[in-house]
């Protein structure tokens, strides 16, 4: 079946670790997608990427980097430097960039920084 | 810049029964995509319904259906014969094609909770 996967669901880290979250997508799409979600809130854009080896920062990408070496993938690394990382991550994708096309998400991995 | 609101934060409905949801909206362009998602407890992020701002009739996919309103840029979402499963966050995005960057981003509201009574 075609979809979207994150890995893992529930991650914990100390402080001052990095951590890489997975985001894995099987339907072809050209465009990917980093959310950040706090409770309460709706969801903020970290980084996007409109094609492989391109990306551009969000809303608030501080203290986060990404990479898109292959169309499949686009995983998400959560620094040191970002003073407050326990979040709800959602992964997403679309067909491409256009304003038209609908984002797919992945099922979310909870982040909590000991 | 975009915004959306969302200006309920909980709706209760009895089962069976209809729900409006509100949304409004504001951009400067005239080419923008509406989308409404669920989130259940699990979390994923469901897609429900998309308008386009040039489509000439109101979307519709089964229970759901976008009351769009384009002069007053509101985007109200309707769930007819409400479900238990129903219950769930629900929030309305919009995307814009991004001018002048040309980099076309999705931004959400913050969510309107609706619990379904038996």
């Known amino acids: 079946d075609g979809g979207i996967t994150q890995s893992p669901k529930y991650l914990f880290r100390k402080e001052g670790q990095n951590v890489t979250l997975s985001c894995e997508q099987n339907l072809n799409h050209d465009a990917m997608y980093w959310y950040r979600q706090d409770p309460g809130q709706g969801l903020r854009l970290i980084y996007y990427s409109q094609i492989v080896n391109d990306f551009q920062k969000g809303d608030i990408a501080e203290g986060y980097s990404v990479s898109r070496e292959k169309k499949e993938s686009f995983p998400l690394t959560v620094t040191s430097a970002q003073k407050n990382p326990t979040a709800f991550y959602l992964c997403?994708?679309?067909?491409?960039?256009?304003?038209?096309?609908?984002?797919?998400f992945g099922p979310g991995t909870r982040l909590t920084v000991l | 810049a975009q915004k959306i609101t969302q200006t309920q934060p909980g709706m209760f409905v009895q089962e069976k029964e209809a729900v409006t949801l509100d949304c409004t909206y504001d951009t400067s362009d005239p080419s923008y995509g509406l989308f409404w998602y669920k989130q259940p407890s699990s979390g994923e992020m469901i897609f429900l319904i998309y308008?386009?701002?040039?489509?000439?009739q109101n979307a519709t996919e089964g229970r759901y259906s976008l009351n769009f309103q384009k002069a007053r840029k509101s985007a109200n979402l309707v769930i007819s014969a409400s479900q238990l499963g129903d219950s769930a966050m629900y929030f309305c995005?919009?995307?814009?094609?991004?001018?002048?960057?040309?980099?076309?981003?999705?931004?959400f509201g913050k969510g309107t909770m609706l619990l379904v009574s038996p």
């Open positions: 308008q386009g701002s040039y489509d000439q």
């Open positions: 995005a919009m995307r814009d094609p991004g001018r002048p960057s040309g980099y076309s981003t999705l931004t």
């Open positions: 997403a994708s679309s067909r491409t960039a256009s304003s038209t096309d609908t984002q797919y």
